[in-house]
């Protein structure tokens, strides 16, 4: 059982200590449409939005260092609502993710359980279940997750497919962190992991190495910039693929190496599924538990690819 208490979340036996600072009334959750605050604690602010119970809700969490209100996040909740007519709920715990990774990540887990009472909350006043999580409860989607602090741990701290019924995830910086300065995991924590570009060197993403080490200050704000182009590909990818349903095809493969040497083409019988927006769309066709899934995108703005049609040599393999 989670239970929130104020400034602190108690989980089995390990309790986390809250920023000073962070909110203990929870994060702050906003319905897009107009942007309306909503509060776990308190339905009638979902009875003065515009929620819609007979529609899907998509959660958009942002992660560390990042705010509710980034433009990444807003666009893709535009994107969102051009291809379906969904409720979008944003999350912004920039009070508890502006600060050092380590404390970030003790606070992220209290963002989860405030997250945890809305659902509660909407279950239990609106007999509500159609729910689509985008980071990281029928579907949950895990945008580049990070390795420290959650790799080892208990699975109900880290992601795992036991998260939802269907969880996938987009690794775009999963090299490893010595030598090749990679933060985030390269492991398979869902249901259907996808590695773009193979998992590690985003195309068109490159920056030189001596300088990314300078801007390394401790894994508090300066880490920014070293991690930006490769992990804010994972969002890129999303938002990009709600508005190309047959633009990511990914395979199915065991590694970059054997990707690379064209071992894995073409779909099996089932097809192919799309990284991205539509991949629950594929969860039915398959009947392993976990999968890797191996693709090649775009170097530009237009990271859709209708085709394949050549592959990279990776210098790092996963």
Same mark, same amino acid.
């Given at each position: #059982? $989670?239970?929130?208490?104020?400034?602190?979340?108690?989980?089995?036996? @390990?309790?986390?200590?809250?920023? @000073?600072?962070?909110?203990?009334?929870g994060?702050?959750?906003a319905?897009f449409?107009?942007?309306?605050s909503?509060?776990? *604690?308190?339905p009638?602010t979902?009875?003065?939005?515009?929620?819609?119970?007979?529609?899907? &809700?998509?959660?958009?969490?942002?992660?560390?260092?990042?705010?509710? /209100?980034e *433009? =990444?996040?807003?666009? #893709?909740?535009?994107? !969102?609502?051009? +291809?379906? @007519? +969904?409720?979008?709920?944003?999350?912004?715990w920039?009070?508890?993710?502006?600060?050092?990774?380590?404390?970030?990540?003790?606070?992220?887990?209290?963002?989860?359980?405030?997250?945890?009472? !809305?659902?509660?909350?909407?279950?239990?006043n609106?007999i509500?279940?159609?729910v689509?999580?985008?980071?990281? =409860?029928p579907?949950?989607?895990?945008?580049?997750? $990070?390795?420290a602090?959650?790799?080892?741990?208990?699975?109900?701290?880290?992601?795992?497919?036991? /998260?939802?019924?269907f969880?996938?995830?987009?690794? &775009?910086?999963?090299?490893?962190?010595?030598?090749? !300065?990679?933060?985030?995991?390269?492991?398979?924590?869902?249901?259907?992991?996808?590695?773009?570009?193979?998992?590690?060197?985003?195309?068109? *993403?490159?920056?030189?190495?001596?300088?990314?080490?300078? @801007?390394?200050?401790?894994?508090g704000?300066?880490?920014? /910039?070293?991690?930006?182009?490769?992990?804010?590909?994972?969002?890129?990818?999303?938002?990009?693929s709600?508005?190309?349903?047959?633009?990511?095809?990914?395979?199915?493969?065991?590694?970059?190496?054997?990707?690379?040497?064209?071992?894995?083409?073409?779909?099996p019988?089932?097809?192919?599924?799309?990284?991205?927006?539509?991949?629950?769309?594929f969860?039915s066709?398959?009947?392993?538990?976990?999968?890797?899934f191996?693709?090649?995108?775009?170097?530009?703005?237009s990271?859709?690819?209708?085709?394949?049609?050549?592959?990279?040599?990776?210098?790092?393999?996963?």
């Amino acid at each position: #059982m $989670v239970q929130v208490k104020a400034g602190s979340l108690e989980l089995g036996q @390990e309790q986390v200590s809250c920023q @000073e600072g962070f909110p203990s009334d929870g994060s702050a959750l906003a319905l897009f449409s107009g942007l309306l605050s909503l509060l776990p *604690s308190d339905p009638s602010t979902v009875e003065a939005s515009n929620f819609q119970k007979d529609k899907k &809700t998509r959660f958009i969490i942002q992660g560390f260092i990042d705010k509710g /209100d980034e *433009s =990444w996040l807003l666009d #893709m909740c535009k994107n !969102m609502v051009k +291809v379906q @007519e +969904v409720n979008r709920i944003c999350v912004d715990w920039k009070k508890g993710a502006q600060t050092t990774y380590m404390q970030a990540a003790n606070n992220v887990r209290v963002v989860g359980a405030q997250v945890a009472q !809305m659902l509660s909350m909407l279950s239990v006043n609106y007999i509500y279940s159609q729910v689509y999580f985008l980071q990281h =409860w029928p579907s949950l989607l895990g945008l580049d997750p $990070v390795e420290a602090n959650f790799r080892g741990t208990l699975e109900e701290v880290q992601l795992h497919p036991s /998260d939802a019924d269907f969880v996938d995830v987009i690794h &775009t910086d999963a090299a490893p962190l010595t030598p090749f !300065m990679g933060f985030r995991i390269n492991q398979r924590v869902g249901h259907f992991d996808f590695f773009p570009n193979g998992g590690e060197e985003m195309r068109g *993403s490159k920056k030189n190495v001596l300088l990314q080490t300078v @801007e390394l200050r401790g894994m508090g704000l300066g880490t920014r /910039d070293f991690v930006a182009c490769k992990h804010l590909r994972s969002y890129k990818y999303y938002s990009e693929s709600i508005l190309n349903s047959d633009g990511f095809a990914a395979y199915p493969c065991d590694s970059c190496r054997t990707f690379d040497s064209n071992k894995c083409f073409p779909c099996p019988d089932a097809g192919c599924p799309q990284m991205g927006h539509y991949a629950d769309q594929f969860a039915s066709k398959t009947s392993e538990e976990q999968q890797k899934f191996f693709l090649n995108t775009g170097d530009s703005s237009s990271f859709a690819c209708k085709l394949h049609f050549d592959f990279p040599t990776h210098e790092n393999k996963v």
